[in-house]
């Protein structure tokens, strides 16, 4: 279903309503372009708005089209024919207005004919032409305007002044702000029997670069669309890895208020199930279906096939639990080495604790006043046996002390 999109119309145009089916797990492409509009800046904008006036006539019988005037947005005039400079002109406010309507001084016979007002915005690819029929006459009573079912008809007395409306008022004649943030595509989502006005809010994209995603993530990593769009016209919704969750309508909104365009493009998106090649299992050598078991619950165009083990099947088993063992004993032989090992540094560590302690001899105190020294001279090494040997080395070992008895007597006594 196509319809023709109307910039006059300030609501959204539906431009084109689509069915798109697609399998599960695969992309789909909601295709939406636009080559009415040109989405880059173009600094020339006194030279992309321009007004001109033609004639087709038959006065000469050679029935053409002459070029009588035209006028750009920077106000200047051009007039083609000599004869009619000062005779038929436009407003010099006509690109501010919005009023384009053509006069004509002192009309004569050869002005009779089909006029057409051409007016052309390149930037925003808006072309419209309005067309007017003229005839003269030389009875002021016949003199009057109506309309022949296709374009407004004027007959005007000779010799009297003529005009041609030509008005359009629409916005796009003035100048407004910067066209990249006049020029705007959104994408929006209605689930199944969710109305319009409650849809979700996808994607908007602005043609300064602004970029806008909504919804969680997963859903703005699966619908996207490209970074070159505003330089090559296609707006285009790739959705990845299709699933029933994203069955609904989509819709393409196309915005530039500058222009004055407002275009809608809406797809149904429907996701199917992909066809896959049916196989048929023989399960027994005589070429004789299995029974059907009545306690097994068949699901829709869903068949169960049991396949018996094969032979690698068990071998891959066994493969598992091999590697599995191996893995255990290669963990069981490094505690055992790092245990090992920890003992060992332990044992080294009780050895020097407390086998090598170094002993602090300043915390023994040993009174020697009463020690006699002996003299090195009175130490014999010959011997005549080993009794006078020992006790050579108990004198030398511990001296004797001389004992006096008498002192506890003199103690009382003095007492």
Same mark, same amino acid.
């Given at each position: 279903?196509?319809?023709?999109?109307?910039?006059?119309?300030?609501?959204?145009?539906?431009?084109?309503?689509?069915?798109?089916?697609?399998?599960?797990?695969?992309?789909?492409?909601?295709?939406?372009?636009?080559?009415?509009?040109?989405?880059?800046?173009?600094?020339?904008?006194?030279?992309?708005?321009?007004?001109?006036?033609?004639?087709?006539?038959?006065?000469?019988?050679?029935?053409?089209?002459?070029?009588?005037?035209?006028?750009?947005?920077?106000?200047?005039?051009?007039?083609?024919?000599?004869?009619?400079?000062?005779?038929?002109?436009?407003?010099?406010?006509?690109?501010?207005?919005?009023?384009?309507?053509?006069?004509?001084?002192?009309?004569?016979?050869?002005?009779?004919?089909?006029?057409?007002?051409?007016?052309?915005?390149?930037?925003?690819?808006?072309?419209?032409?309005?067309?007017?029929?003229?005839?003269?006459?030389?009875?002021?009573?016949?003199?009057?305007?109506?309309?022949?079912?296709?374009?407004?008809?004027?007959?005007?007395?000779?010799?009297?002044?003529?005009?041609?409306?030509?008005?359009?008022?629409?916005?796009?004649?003035?100048?407004?702000?910067?066209?990249?943030?006049?020029?705007?595509?959104?994408?929006?989502?209605?689930?199944?029997?969710?109305?319009?006005?409650?849809?979700?809010?996808?994607?908007?994209?602005?043609?300064?670069?602004?970029?806008?995603?909504?919804?969680?993530?997963?859903?703005?990593?699966?619908?996207?669309?490209?970074?070159?769009?505003?330089?090559?016209?296609?707006?285009?919704?790739?959705?990845?890895?299709?699933?029933?969750?994203?069955?609904?309508?989509?819709?393409?909104?196309?915005?530039?208020?500058?222009?004055?365009?407002?275009?809608?493009?809406?797809?149904?998106?429907?996701?199917?199930?992909?066809?896959?090649?049916?196989?048929?299992?023989?399960?027994?050598?005589?070429?004789?279906?299995?029974?059907?078991?009545?306690?097994?619950?068949?699901?829709?165009?869903?068949?169960?096939?049991?396949?018996?083990?094969?032979?690698?099947?068990?071998?891959?088993?066994?493969?598992?639990?091999?590697?599995?063992?191996?893995?255990?004993?290669?963990?069981?032989?490094?505690?055992?080495?790092?245990?090992?090992?920890?003992?060992?540094?332990?044992?080294? /560590?009780?050895?020097?604790?407390?086998? !090598? =302690?170094?002993?602090?001899?300043?915390? $023994?105190?040993?009174?020697?006043? @009463? #020690?006699?020294?002996?003299?090195?001279?009175?130490?014999?090494?010959? /011997?005549?046996?080993?009794?006078?040997? !020992? =006790?050579?080395?108990?004198?030398?070992? $511990?001296?004797?002390?001389?004992? @006096? #008895?008498?002192?506890?007597?003199?103690?009382?006594?003095?007492?």
């Amino acid at each position: 279903l196509s319809v023709p999109a109307d910039a006059s119309n300030p609501d959204s145009v539906v431009v084109s309503v689509l069915n798109i089916s697609g399998t599960l797990g695969s992309q789909a492409v909601l295709p939406c372009k636009s080559y009415r509009m040109v989405w880059t800046q173009d600094r020339l904008n006194d030279r992309q708005r321009v007004v001109h006036w033609d004639l087709y006539s038959n006065y000469y019988g050679d029935n053409k089209t002459e070029r009588l005037c035209d006028m750009y947005s920077a106000g200047d005039q051009r007039i083609y024919r000599s004869y009619n400079q000062g005779r038929i002109f436009m407003p010099q406010n006509a690109f501010i207005d919005g009023n384009f309507s053509l006069v004509i001084k002192d009309v004569a016979e050869s002005d009779e004919g089909t006029y057409s007002c051409n007016l052309h915005h390149h930037y925003c690819h808006l072309y419209e032409t309005v067309k007017i029929q003229l005839a003269i006459t030389k009875k002021a009573e016949d003199a009057h305007q109506y309309w022949d079912g296709e374009k407004p008809v004027i007959v005007a007395l000779e010799g009297s002044t003529a005009m041609l409306p030509c008005v359009n008022r629409k916005q796009i004649w003035t100048e407004r702000h910067s066209e990249e943030e006049q020029q705007v595509v959104h994408w929006d989502r209605q689930p199944p029997g969710v109305p319009h006005d409650r849809a979700d809010r996808l994607i908007d994209l602005y043609a300064s670069g602004e970029r806008r995603s909504y919804g969680p993530l997963f859903i703005r990593q699966k619908m996207n669309i490209t970074n070159t769009a505003f330089a090559v016209g296609d707006f285009s919704l790739r959705i990845s890895e299709l699933e029933s969750a994203d069955e609904g309508t989509y819709s393409c909104h196309l915005h530039h208020h500058y222009c004055g365009l407002h275009e809608r493009r809406i797809y149904q998106v429907f996701v199917t199930e992909p066809v896959r090649e049916k196989k048929v299992v023989n399960l027994t050598t005589h070429n004789v279906a299995p029974a059907i078991d009545p306690n097994v619950v068949r699901g829709h165009n869903v068949i169960n096939v049991i396949i018996p083990e094969s032979r690698m099947h068990f071998f891959q088993q066994l493969g598992y639990i091999l590697a599995t063992l191996l893995l255990f004993i290669v963990i069981l032989i490094i505690v055992v080495l790092v245990t090992r090992k920890r003992r060992q540094r332990g044992y080294e /560590y009780n050895v020097k604790k407390y086998g !090598e =302690k170094d002993v602090n001899l300043k915390e $023994f105190t040993v009174d020697t006043t @009463d #020690l006699t020294q002996y003299k090195s001279e009175d130490i014999r090494l010959d /011997y005549k046996n080993n009794i006078l040997k !020992e =006790k050579a080395e108990q004198a030398r070992s $511990f001296p004797a002390k001389n004992i @006096d #008895l008498d002192r506890d007597f003199r103690k009382e006594y003095c007492k």
